[in-house]
């Protein structure tokens, strides 16, 4: 039987740095658990991992930096990050995903609490499963509190069904639980896995600074309530179905985001409002209430806003919305260049 061999840094290790000689690693199943140690590559993508090598980090306050997982198929996770403040940084993962399309793996699972993930390179993804996931323990109040931040997302090739999403945070379970994460100044470019580049699953957590360039799809807040799309740029290049925003739940922010030639409609528009389901269960779709849509500007988009988009069985329209102060340019004879939405109720504001 082919086994991996296992690379296991102890616990005992405190305070100390490891260095890892350049070269190719194969079929490695690297596991560090430590408190405030520091992995890192003898020099920055010099540590080739590949076969079904992976890595895992638990611990506390550890540090992995400048691993490259390459040409491999990992059983389940690349890399998994468990414990607490614990980070990985300037690694890669590139065409990981082995010839079988229906293997179902993570390539990025995060588990524990105040994790960091950044400035990676995530691209090549061709088979079923998210490329990144936070897991949330199921009744935790206190949220995972990750911070994902200045990575790029490069290409992932549609999946032709659900479960193709870049980033996920949460999962239906446990999706009216605080994440409280953080997933700021990160590049999407041509992640085409489904409609949800980004799938929000989870309460409270901000999306800020991010740009999606000629992606097919959007950023969808799908469960959770409270959370925040601050800032983030969406560059259309009237690339496919390419959207924006799509609203689900209560008490969302979305605003100071840029929108500009996303062709898009319905479900697919710059700013997308689903409707709800009657009594609906936690991996329907919940009622629209009392979200916040304002400063933004949207730019030659075929939709710029769409307002109770339906869905399987929904039946209820957004309530208690305020659509404030958004600047539409949309050039088309078929699209006004300023938008006064209908009032479904007194909080329905002028756009324009």
Known sequence: MHRRSIILLPFALRAESVVLPNGIYRDKALRFEGRGVQVRAESPGGVILTGSSTLTINGEGNTVEGLHFKDG?????????QGNHNRVTNCAITNYS?????????????????????HNYIAGKTNRGTTLVVWL???????????????HFGPR??????????????????????????????????????????????????????????????????????????????YGDNYKRAG?????????????????????????????FMQGIVDTPLNGYAQV???????????????????SVKGAKTTLDPIEVNIENNSVDAKSASIPKHITLKEAGPTWLKSG
Do not use: M
Not at 168 to 182: A, K
């Open 73 to 81: 198929a990992a059983p389940k996770a690349v890399i998994t990050i």
């Open 98 to 118: 082995g010839p079988d399309k229906t293997i179902d793996s993570k390539w990025v699972s995060l588990y524990g609490e105040d994790n960091e993930f950044d």
């Open 137 to 151: 323990q199921k009744g935790d109040t206190a949220g995972a509190k990750h911070r994902i931040h200045h990575n």
């Open 157 to 234: 090739e549609p999946l032709g069904e659900n479960g193709g999403e870049t980033i996920r945070v949460g999962d239906s379970s446990t999706s009216l639980q605080p994440g409280l994460c953080r997933i700021e100044n990160n590049w999407f470019t041509g992640c085409d896995g489904e409609i949800e580049i980004i799938s929000n699953k989870s309460c409270g957590n901000l999306y800020r600074a991010n740009v999606l360039k000629a992606c097919d799809g959007t950023l969808t807040l799908r469960h959770g309530n409270g959370c925040k799309v601050q800032a983030n740029i969406f």
């Open 244 to 272: 924006g925003v799509r609203i689900i739940g209560e008490n969302h922010l979305v605003e100071d985001n840029y929108f500009e030639n996303l062709p898009g409609t319905g479900n697919r528009a710059a700013i997308s």
């Open 289 to 307: 209430k009392r979200a916040i849509v304002r400063n933004n500007t949207i730019v030659h988009c075929v939709e710029p806003i769409a307002r």
